[in-house]
Nanobody, 124 residues
């Protein structure tokens, strides 16, 4: 049974940093695209970042230069380093994994597996 478990969320002041982790189990995901999405209250889930099996990365414009996605295939894990956090980054962050073409890496319904989410709150 595939399971994705996020951790690392919390409360941080604007300008601060957090590092999210997502541990995957149940199968090996080295060939899969691993991604982060987020959903703020009253808003739709939105793409944050993705990393493919070659290590190529993709980012939403709103986080470019501030967030960095990485993966460790040996640990079946994906990470999201978030710097210079802003109050508008407040959301539940979800880890997602799928066999996804890079051209649609930002499309949520292309991903087969999802974590339960971790709350990130940025205070002003």
């Amino acid at each position: 049974q595939v399971q994705l478990v996020e951790s690392g969320g919390g409360l941080v002041q604007a300008g601060g940093s957090l590092r999210l982790s997502c541990a995957a189990s149940g199968r090996t995901f080295s060939r899969y695209v691993m991604a982060w999405f987020r959903q703020a209250p009253g808003k739709e889930r939105e793409f944050v970042a993705a990393i493919d099996s070659s290590g190529d990365t993709y980012y939403a414009d709103s986080v470019k230069g501030r967030f960095t996605i990485s993966r460790d295939n040996a640990k079946n894990a994906v990470y999201l380093q978030m710097n210079s956090l802003k109050p508008e980054d407040t959301a539940v962050f979800y880890c997602a994994v799928g066999l996804v073409y890079s051209t649609v890496a930002s499309v949520a319904n292309r991903y087969s597996y999802w974590g339960q989410g971790t709350q990130v709150t940025v205070s002003s």
